[in-house]
């Protein structure tokens, strides 16, 4: 049998030829056929290229059969599955923070070609959930969200504005006074309330607006310590997000970053000592670690910042864990030392078999935090790299609970403005060029932004990065528009969903109704009616937005509003479709 080598960066290379050799020779640089003519310049390699290709794949895809032969089965699993309405005993909550559709279809084929295939037709785990929906992501005030409205969205259910945590839209960005008496609740709290256990894992710092989110309750995203509040802010009696970590809800598994929001401000980092930006922050020199050991005296308590003493955690043995592995947001994946700390796929794993042995079940937020900030950054290498460790955390997941009760979730909060466009061809890196140059004869990336730090022009010509290596960590992709840092964008975002009662989790729906289908599904919060332990003498009705309202008009307002309540008549509509 013939056996071809498949080489991206010899491809580029020769292609890139071909494609000078066209515009310099026969001028077909607008050429409607210039892609005709490329094919013609170089049709041995085009042809040996695709033939490799074709050596790749168990079956010919050039065969109708075998398009019709996966259809089939495909088919014939969707005929097959059968509805799931127990109540779930577990809700396993993946958030990848700026996992758009394009990030989330970039990363499939990195995945694929990290596994030495052509990439485009790998199956992630996140792929096989066989629900599926896409959430609206405006917030109350702004056409294109930011990570804390969104949070608020699908944990509290209720729609807010840009930068706040935890609160309604009566309350202000910044403004403490505002958000006194507008707090709401998470489903979170609603889980631990129900008696479940509850822990949050994330790549960045603990106090970060996902995270927080799901037990604090703040006018301002940035109060992660005392020292980023403003005087007045105290003064009017708000407390910072690292403090509600203590006191809002007892959380039983709490990972990620941000030990310098926890102890007093110039506190030695115990794995960065010399660094003065790591050093604690506190002003009302108050050490929360301390207090944390403290509040946790006759349980089995480990707080750890390192690998080795995380990994020396018993889960069988042990009722609550914190763990703090950097004093801010941990390290990318790809620069992560695994000696020093371990990957979200450990994380993700330790806490579930913590929370798993209460017999009343589980709450587990898991994030994906740096996701978006590689895209702030503009570099899609880091960023679809952040994805493909979430997807092996989300399979984790997976492989340690049982379907038939536990409930998983993944969705995005929100999207970036990465492009995926071109022509390249199949198999091509993700993170490679164009083989069509551009109108100005230079070369692009298959994936750029819309705006970001990769803006750059010099004498009115963009880079020629025809011998830039693209692929690399460090490379920040071109952009449209010069912005210090890349903004969010405002596309509907996936929402992917298996276990008890997945089939919530499909249509267009705003995104806070994520949060009523999830309590619906466990039977926590504020209405469980439906629930088959229901009992009008023992119903919890403890409002979701503490504004001071009966409880009965809470209730009437939920089942009522079409606006940001929880749109309870609206979840009985899909529920009759089945």
Known sequence: MLSLIYDPDLFTLKLDFCSIFLCAVLKLNHHPFRAHFLRSCCPLFLTSFQSSLLLLNASSEENPEFW???????????????????????????????????????????????????GEETVMTMDTFPNVGLAKTYSVDFQIPDSAATATAYLCGVKTNLNVIGVSAAARNGVCKSQKGNEVTSILKWAKDAGKSVGIVTTTRVQHATPATSYAHSASRKWYSD???????????????????????DIDVIIGGGRKYMTPKGTKDPEYPRDYSSRGKRKDGRNLINEWQSMKIGKVAHYVWNKTDFDAVDPETTDYLMALFEPGDLRFEAER??????????????????????????????????????????????????????????????????????????????????TFNGYPFRGQSILGKSPLWATDMLPYTTLMYGNGPGHKITNGKRPDIRNVNTKTKDYVQLSAVPTES???????VAVLARGPMGHLFQGVQEQNYIAHAMAYAACVGADQRHCPFFSANTIDLTPLVTSGKSEVRVIEERNTSAGWMCQCGFLQSILSRF
């Open 227 to 249: 020292a980023d509040m403003p005087d007045a802010a105290k003064r009017d009696g708000c407390t910072d997000i690292a403090s509600q970590l203590l006191k809002n809800t």
């Open 68 to 118: 019709r032969s996966q259809a089939q089965k495909t088919l014939q699993s969707v005929l097959d599955r059968k509805l799931n309405t127990n109540v779930a005993k577990n809700i396993l909550f993946f958030l990848g923070d700026g996992m758009g559709i394009t990030t989330y279809t970039a990363a499939r084929i990195l995945k694929g070609q990290l596994q030495n295939q052509t």
């Open 337 to 418: 030392d695994p000696n020093m700390d371990p990957s979200i796929v450990e994380t993700t794993e330790k806490a579930i078999r913590i929370l798993q042995k209460n017999p009343k079940g589980f709450f587990l937020l898991v994030e994906g935090g740096r996701i978006d900030q590689a895209h702030h950054a503009g570099r899609a290498f880091m960023a679809l790299h952040e994805t493909v460790a979430f997807d092996y955390a989300i399979a984790k997941g997976l492989e340690l609970t049982k379907e038939q009760e536990t409930l998983t979730i993944v969705m995005a909060d929100h999207s970036h403005p990465v």
């Open 486 to 492: 890349a903004t969010h964008s405002g596309e509907d």
